[in-house]
């Protein structure tokens, strides 16, 4: 297989817009909301003492927000397999 047809198997329908954007955040912003009360033995590492998340942590944080690029992408990815995001 050549780099000519290499390229030609990409998918050209990869490019973010703001749609996808407001599509991660948001599945970002609800997995930290859901994460801060879910979440029962807190404040293991620094805090973050910024945005009302007192007591939530630093690894709290990349936890929820790693959860929240998992259902972001999934929502994403299932968005546009039905064809309701181009």
């Known amino acids: 297989m050549n780099i000519n047809t290499t390229i030609a198997l990409i998918n050209t329908n990869t490019m973010w817009s703001t749609q996808i954007a407001f599509i991660m955040i948001t599945s970002n912003i609800f997995a930290v909301s859901v994460g801060r009360y879910a979440i029962q033995v807190r404040n293991l590492g620094p805090s ?3 945005a009302g998340l007192e007591g939530f942590g630093l690894t709290e944080l990349l936890a929820t927000t790693s959860l929240g ?3 972001g992408a ?3 990815l299932g968005l546009r397999s039905s064809g309701l995001l181009s």
């Open 74 to 76: 999934g929502v994403i």
């Open 48 to 50: 973050i003492p910024i």
């Open 69 to 71: 690029h998992i259902i």
